[in-house]
């Protein structure tokens, strides 16, 4: 039986990489050549012709050996999920943020309706519902471009909705349990008000926008992962 | 126009072996000999990989999480390195089953080619 590790050690040649991970994919490697070779004579070949068969899996070793030198030095690409959603969604985040930001400021003098509802003020940022859709037509558009499917791109255009609505929530059994103590009741209105105020209707606005971007051919194709 | 058409036949042949080897990680974890004989095994010997297009492939999944390798066997005997399908693996098949497809039924109906 040949030594396997030694033949591929001196086929393989240094990789410049540390001497752990060479010694690995020798090892490896080796172990592959040897299974080949295994698997020849068991079907009854003859030791030169188990021989031939293990070293023709790898005629060429100086393809090999630069083949793995590029799979060691390839940087780690942005992942499919990062390009699709996160990258979008947080631009989609970002400028939402910025336009009330920028409209909150009280030297701003841009109109916004306080919509008194019952003992609660439902505050309206018209300026801001109608860059939405805007907001959201760029999300959905990146997303596509990035090749996001029907789900990262509607995720990527609700996610300033989603957390206006998510953060609030999360104080949510806090806020019941100091309601229910305090004044015994279940604050219905306000919750109905945070929702339609901060979700629903920024929701509406963005996914008008990004309606025609949410469905069709996304802008890579199979070829190109 | 050359590169172009030589890259997009490098692609579709990288992207073709990912398919091949997240699928039949998908039925459990397997070494680099084992995933070479079962592709070849599969396809009725019309996939074929050799050292130079399976590891090098491997290392770049494992790199991306899409795999994950480690030496196993028993204690004093031969160490394998076996590859299971990682989560983001199992996410990237479907999409990747689902291109394939639609790359085949386009060029079915582009040029009559059929899948087997």
């Known amino acids: ?225 | 126009m050359k590169d172009h058409t030589i890259n997009i036949g490098a692609q579709v042949k990288r992207g073709s072996a990912e398919l091949a080897i997240l699928s039949v990680l998908s039925d459990g974890p397997l070494h680099g000999y084992e995933i070479s004989k079962r592709i070849e095994r599969q396809s009725q010997g019309l996939l074929r990989f050799n050292l130079a297009s399976l590891y090098p492939l491997l290392y770049r999944m494992e790199k991306r999480g899409w795999v994950s390798g480690n030496w196993e066997g028993p204690a004093g005997g031969r160490q394998r390195r076996y590859y299971r399908l990682g989560p983001a693996g199992k996410r990237r098949l479907v999409p990747l089953r689902e291109e394939w497809g639609q790359l085949f039924q386009a060029l079915h109906t582009l040029a009559g080619v059929t899948h087997a």
């Open chain 1, 1 to 225: 039986m040949p030594d396997w590790r030694v033949i591929a050690r001196k086929k393989l040649g240094p990789l410049g990489l540390e001497a752990k991970r060479q010694e690995e994919i020798v090892l490896e490697l080796a172990g592959h050549l040897e299974d080949l070779y295994s698997d020849a004579l068991r079907q009854g070949r003859s030791h030169a012709e188990a021989l031939h068969s293990a070293f023709g899996a790898a005629a060429d070793w100086d393809e090999l050996r630069r083949e793995l030198q590029l799979a060691a030095n390839e940087e780690v690409s942005m992942n499919h999920r990062v390009k699709t959603l996160w990258l979008p969604g947080a631009c989609t985040i970002a400028l939402s943020g910025i336009v009330l930001r920028l409209l909150q400021n009280p030297s701003a003098p841009v109109p916004h309706v306080l919509w008194p509802w019952h003992s609660t003020e439902l505050v309206i940022y018209w300026w801001w519902l109608l860059s939405l859709p805007v907001i959201g037509a760029i999300g959905a558009y990146w997303s596509r471009h990035a090749g996001g499917r029907f789900l990262e791109r509607a995720l990527a255009v609700s996610l300033p909705a989603l957390g206006m609505v998510c953060l609030p929530l999360l104080m949510f059994p806090f806020v019941l349990g100091y309601d229910l103590i305090r004044f015994h009741s279940f604050p219905f209105v306000p919750m109905a008000v945070l929702l339609l105020g901060w979700g629903v209707l920024p929701e509406a606005a963005l996914l008008v926008g990004g309606l025609p971007f949410l469905r069709g051919q996304s802008g890579q194709v199979a070829a190109s992962h």
